[in-house]
Nanobody
Framework: QVQLVESGGGLVQAGGSLRLSCATSRRTFSSISMGWFRQAPGKEREFVAAISRNGGSTKYADSVKGRFTISRDNAKNTVYLQMSSLKPEDTAVYYC?????????????????WGKGTLVTVSS
């Protein structure tokens, strides 16, 4: 079983920035494509960003394009989500997830591993 642990969430004012991290002890981290998803109260979990195994390809939801950046450091077994120009509508629990099968996967139903999430609250 692969354990994913998110960190970096918190309270920030609109227009501010946060960087989320997701670490795993899995030695073959580079064999997993990674993604970030979020779930706001009363809403379904939605795709935010994804990155391929070697970090060469990325994909973003339209709502975060140009504001968020996903990256990974395979030497540190960690994936990051740099969030800038945050808006109140970005408030959600953010989850990292891993996919064994696809290079880029925006479908939450296709993910094989999930972290427990970290809360991001953006105040207006």
């Amino acid at each position: 079983q692969v354990q994913l642990v998110e960190s970096g969430g918190g309270l920030v004012q609109a227009g501010g920035s946060l960087r989320l991290s997701c670490a795993t002890s899995r030695r073959t981290f580079s064999s997993i494509s990674m993604g970030w998803f979020r779930q706001a109260p009363g809403k379904e979990r939605e795709f935010v960003a994804a990155i391929s195994r070697n970090g060469g390809s990325t994909k973003y939801a339209d709502s975060v394009k140009g504001r968020f950046t996903i990256s990974r450091d395979n030497a540190k077994n960690t994936v990051y989500l740099q969030m800038s120009s945050l808006k109140p509508e970005d408030t959600a629990v953010y989850y990292c997830a891993g996919d064994l099968n696809y290079e880029i996967d925006p479908n939450p139903g296709g993910m094989d591993y999930w972290g427990k999430g970290t809360l991001v609250t953006v105040s207006s």
